[in-house]
Structures are given as structure tokens and as C-alpha cells.
């Protein structure tokens, strides 16, 4: 009943972010489906994850949303959270 699929981050940022630590662009962006209802889970993504997470061929619609950046106001946000269309977002 439950399943899990990581969406971001590709592996070529990771190596790149830690370099010019930027690790927020590597966080870990998870798609989880329980008993039939889509939460994302973005982690501590910043704006330039979210964008490129945004123009990916993701299906990014979700029943739920922990808003990302620990619920924190971020540019690009209203975008994202457009793109996901959950019915309850929340803030950790």
C-alpha cells in the first residue's frame, strides 16, 4: 500500500552542490503514495531545485504537500505549489 519514488535530486547536482554549498539543491524530493494518495515531500529545497523540479516531466500533483525550505517563504514557491495542486499543503 505504500510506495516511494525519489524525484530530485539528479545525481550531477549532488557532487556540484557540495562543492559550492548549495546542498539545499540536493535535497531529497520524494514522491510517496499511501493507500492511494500522492504526498510530496521536498525536503529542504531551495529555489533553484524547485524550478528545475518544476520543469521536469514529473507528474508533481499530490493530495498533500509539506510546504519545502521548512515551510519557509521562498521565491518560486506560489509556482510549485501551483504545479503540485494539493488539496492540504502544511508547514512542518
Do not use: C, Y
Amino acid at each position: 500500500p505504500v510506495q516511494w519514488d525519489v524525484i530530485s535530486p539528479p545525481h550531477t547536482w549532488v557532487l556540484k552542490a557540495s562543492l559550492d554549498d548549495t546542498t539545499n539543491r540536493t535535497s531529497i524530493v520524494i514522491m510517496a503514495t499511501v493507500f492511494g494518495h500522492r504526498i510530496l515531500l521536498p525536503g529542504d529545497a531551495d529555489k533553484v531545485a524547485l524550478d528545475r523540479i518544476v520543469g521536469s516531466n514529473h507528474d508533481l500533483t499530490a493530495d498533500v504537500l509539506l510546504v519545502p525550505h521548512h515551510g519557509g517563504d521562498i521565491a518560486g514557491l506560489e509556482d510549485f505549489v501551483k504545479a503540485v495542486a494539493p488539496e492540504l499543503a502544511f508547514k512542518p
